[in-house]
């Protein structure tokens, strides 16, 4: 089963992505920031995270940049999930190696759709 | 700072933050419950959706299919044959009219056949009379005489029979006749009865068809209108985290502007001018709380609507699938034993129709008989007249009693060639008579219940198939409902939580209630304070923290003084775009 990392600082945000997924058939494991998420990726291989940009300890950012150096994560998908639409943000979680962007609320069907795209 | 606003005015700002933060901190207990709720929910309404889908299975399964148009077509059988079964009784009916008749001349005949009979008695003794009188000469007559004898026995006894046969018959007719023609229309009318209810039958097995053939599309468009649903409280619960940013954003702008306070009471003295640059900050903050507010109305309802409607689809539109099934079955089931009930009644003018058809045919038998005798008798007669007026002749007028004898002979001769005509001819219409009873009695023949018996056999195979479908159904109808039950519980305990969240960002209110206050007082000590900040940096100041679309979006109507612009929240979900 392929294994998911969500990462946000909202519970709710979490459940729900966990919620999606699971029901698509993933494994999802949670992480509460940045600096959680970090220890998570490191301590198990996922095969996709997906992250919000602004969380209390280390952002989204500070984070992706961190996981691109851990071994097997250099090509691993990053999604950013976050309420930010402005295209400087975007461009500095492009830059510290985002795969793509997603300006919260989701869609549950196209997040999978996706999900599934990267993970296949 | 021209004017003077210091504490109180810092403390009833602190107040509005210390709202948002209580309020952020129940919101989140609040949500808390509502996502728990929800995944419950959600849990529940698959655990409806399962046996439903297992209900549809059944239904889109050909055995269960078949069934349905074997039972019409049973149905269909047996008006037909119902249909048959009144034409023919009622052409046996016109049937025995007409032999009715046809009897009264045979009797007619049989009269007419005695009084020959009797005549040809007297004249076998007319003819032993004059034998006996020409002595040796009339020996040659001898005969005749035993002829003529022996002919009018034959004929009292074959007429004796065929008149008994015939009135026996005719008392059967009339009886029959009486029966089918005062049984007729009870008969016709309880004919028209059956035929009523079995169009009503397959009016009611058409019905049920039709509902059931949309079960399938209905369950398809229930799945995906609950998998819409979902995600609509998906998208709805994922709105609370903007909330809450917008609210920290508020929040941390309200920090801005005590500090810009705090700061002016220390310089109390100094000449500072912030009132502009205050309160142009607390109008974006008054306007993003109602921002805020409408947006969280809209959200909250969202959620409202989608479980409402996940309840709604699961328990009331997939419910119905499951005793529509079982209501089919049981209408299945009753309808064939009313069509089975009205086949039996039809048996029951079967004996009658069968026994005329017999005495028909008998009475056929016999006339053949009684024709061939007669023509027989017939042939005998032409052969004595023409003998005995040839023995006669030869004797010259010493017989002329024997000559008149003979010439009464070829009379009686004509007469009975006549007679047997008329029965040749009666005959002849007995037997049409019987040809055409034959087809009739088609109706009620073992062939023409043949299509009958066949869709018969096939429903009760395929009875068998729908009990054990039915079974089936009902176990996880059964299922459905259960999971329906707790459905209702969590429904119910889902929007619980969501009036806890709606109601705690109530406090909306208040906060912005205590920000326009201090504005308000601002504005009466300083009218047109507003109007004197500088544009571009109240938005510098105040910008920095709002990261979404629709803050900007606020904080530029605010600055502008425009009235709010309209909350146009996506709450379907956005999608993904990847780099």
Not at chain 1, 20 to 30: D, F, N, P, R, S
Not at chain 2, 54 to 80: C, T
Request: proline share 2%; with cysteine; net charge negative.
């Amino acid at each position: 089963m392929k294994q998911i990392l969500t990462v946000d600082d909202s519970a709710s945000i979490r459940q729900m992505v966990s919620f999606t997924l699971t029901k698509a058939g993933y494994q999802v494991t949670e992480a509460i920031d940045g600096k959680d998420g970090l220890a998570k990726a490191g301590t198990k291989k996922v095969d996709l995270i997906i992250t919000d940009l602004n969380m209390p300890n280390m952002d989204g950012i500070q984070m992706i940049t961190a996981v691109r150096k851990l071994p097997g994560y250099g090509f691993t998908p990053i999604l950013m999930l976050t309420t930010e639409s402005q295209a400087e943000k975007k461009d500095a979680g492009r830059k510290a190696g985002a795969t793509g962007w997603i300006v919260k609320p989701f869609n549950a069907d196209q997040l999978i759709a996706v999900v599934q795209k990267l993970v296949k | 700072m021209t004017v003077d606003v210091g504490s109180p005015s810092i403390q009833k700002i602190e107040r509005a933050s210390g709202l948002i933060q209580d309020l952020l901190g129940h919101a989140e207990t609040a949500i808390g419950a509502v996502t728990a709720g929800f995944e419950d929910l959600a849990r529940q309404a698959n655990g409806v959706l399962e046996p439903v889908a297992s209900i549809i299975a059944y239904v889109e399964d050909e055995n269960f299919r078949i069934i349905l148009s074997n039972v019409e077509a049973l149905a269909l059988a047996a008006k037909g044959f119902i249909r048959e079964r009144l034409d023919a009784t009622g052409g046996m009916l016109e049937t025995v009219t007409t032999e009715a008749k046809l009897l009264d001349r045979l009797s007619e005949l049989t009269r007419g056949q005695r009084s020959i009979a009797r005549e040809t008695q007297t004249l076998s003794v007319l003819t032993n009379i004059e034998v006996a009188r020409l002595g040796e000469l009339g020996a040659g007559f001898q005969y005749l005489a035993h002829e003529l004898d022996e002919f009018s026995k034959a004929v009292v006894q074959g007429t004796k029979e065929l008149a008994s046969h015939t009135d026996e018959r005719k008392a059967s007719v009339n009886e029959t006749r009486r029966m089918l023609g005062a049984g007729l229309p009870r008969i016709r009318q309880e004919f028209s009865r059956i035929e009523g209810d079995l169009g009503r039958v397959l009016a009611e097995l058409s019905a049920s068809n039709d509902q059931l053939r949309c079960a399938p599309e209905q369950f398809r468009a229930g799945v995906e209108e609950i998998a819409g649903q979902i995600a609509g409280v998906v998208a709805a619960i994922q709105s609370h985290d903007i909330t809450r940013q917008q609210l920290e954003h508020v929040q941390e702008g309200l920090d801005l502007i005590a500090g810009k306070l705090t700061e002016a009471d220390e310089a109390d003295g100094e000449a500072t001018d912030e009132t502009a640059l205050v309160s142009a900050g607390l109008a974006i903050q008054s306007y993003q709380l109602r921002s805020i507010d409408e947006t969280v109305g809209q959200w909250v309802d969202q959620i409202g609507i989608c479980l409402d409607g996940i309840l709604r689809i699961s328990s009331a539109e997939m419910g119905r699938i499951g005793p529509l099934v079982l209501e089919q079955e049981r209408n299945l089931s009753s309808n064939l034993a009313c069509i089975e009930a009205l086949e039996q009644e039809c048996q029951g003018e079967n004996e009658e129709v069968q026994n005329t058809f017999a005495g028909l045919s008998n009475l056929m038998q016999l006339v053949s008989e009684h024709v061939e005798k007669s023509r027989y008798v017939r042939d005998r007669l032409q052969l004595l007249t023409f003998n005995s007026i040839v023995e006669a002749n030869h004797l010259g007028s010493k017989a002329d009693a024997i000559l008149e004898i003979s010439q009464s002979i070829k009379r009686i001769s004509l007469s009975w060639s006549e007679m047997t005509d008329r029965s040749a001819q009666a005959m002849a219409e007995i037997l049409q008579l019987v040809e055409g009873a034959k087809e009739k009695m088609q109706a009620f023949s073992a062939g023409g219940n043949a299509e009958l018996l066949a869709a018969q056999e096939k429903t009760h195979q395929g009875l068998e198939n729908l009990r054990s479908t039915a079974t089936c159904v009902a176990r996880e109808a059964a299922r459905a409902e259960e999971t329906t039950i707790h459905l209702q519980t969590e429904i119910a305990v889902a929007s619980k939580a969501r009036d806890e969240l709606r109601s705690s960002f109530s406090a909306i209110g208040s906060a912005q209630g205590a920000i326009e206050e201090v504005r308000g007082q601002m504005e009466q000590e300083s009218p047109n304070a507003i109007k004197r900040a500088d544009r571009r940096e109240v938005e510098a100041l105040f910008s920095k923290s709002y990261t979404t679309e629709r803050e900007r979006e606020v904080l530029q109507a605010a600055v502008a003084g425009r009235p709010l612009p309209c909350v146009q929240q996506n709450l379907t979900g956005n999608s993904v775009e990847l780099f």
